[in-house]
């Protein structure tokens, strides 16, 4: 098996590859249903920050983990009466779909943190099955996020369903990347576009992604 260390190089030069002279993306490793082990081996290798979808599994690794100074993301779907763990506990919350729940975010942020980071979910696809807001409602949620105190909103993710297809691949981010480029244009703090996984990788940072959520290709397979 090859290692993570490995792996990690070869995603490292396939993002750079793909983004050309323009910036590189920040990877964020997916560390869903990986053992603090695995995670320890990635920071080894430089990496900082990691994705979590499952609170009560992220909970006793982020605090297994505190000495390493990680950053966590969260990626996962928000049940709403747990926004108080995910706030005392996250740095980045990328799906955000409802003002209800970046209320009770920012309510319950703890005042010694500082702000947690915001990412609007986009059903791009309009998929009946996926979260995540519709691109007409991107704007209303964004304007009533800026009087939340506690909480900044710094951009927008998606996951666009499967597409074997590069082109097709491309063309679904190139969409998000105009969206995320309006809403830039309308905040100062807007500067992640959250949006790229194992099997997109390529075509989402040539189309502008920021940040990149990789699992499968970091740590293999999950099973
Ligand atoms: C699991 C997951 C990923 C990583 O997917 P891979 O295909 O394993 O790279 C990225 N984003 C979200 C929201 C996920 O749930």
Wanted: proline share 3%; with cysteine; hydrophobic share 40%.
């Amino acid at each position: 098996m090859t290692r993570i260390s490995e792996k990690i190089k070869s995603v490292q030069t396939r993002l750079s590859k793909a983004a050309g002279e323009a910036d590189l993306p920040r990877l964020v490793a997916v560390s869903k249903t990986r053992s603090e082990q695995a995670i320890r081996e990635a920071a080894e290798s430089g990496l900082r920050g990691f994705g979590e979808n499952y609170l009560q599994e992220a909970i006793p690794k982020i605090e297994g983990l505190a000495d390493l100074n990680l950053t966590w993301h969260f990626i996962g779907s928000i049940q709403s009466n747990k926004t108080a763990d995910i706030a005392r506990n996250f740095d980045w919350v990328h799906t955000v779909e409802r003002e209800k729940v970046a209320r009770r975010l920012s309510d319950s942020r703890p005042e010694n943190l500082l702000p947690l980071n915001l990412l609007i979910q986009v059903n791009i696809d309009d998929e009946d099955s996926k979260a995540g807001v519709s691109t007409e409602e991107i704007f209303e949620l964004a304007e009533r996020i800026q009087d939340l105190p506690r909480v900044k909103l710094r951009g927008l993710m998606a996951i666009p369903k499967p597409r074997a297809d590069f082109e097709a691949q491309l063309s679904i981010c190139r969409q998000m990347k105009h969206l995320f480029d309006q809403l830039k244009q309308q905040y100062a703090e807007i500067d992640t576009l959250s949006l790229g996984m194992s099997s997109d990788l390529e075509a989402a940072v040539q189309a502008g992604s920021s940040l990149v959520r990789i699992g499968t290709d970091i740590f293999g397979a999950r099973t």
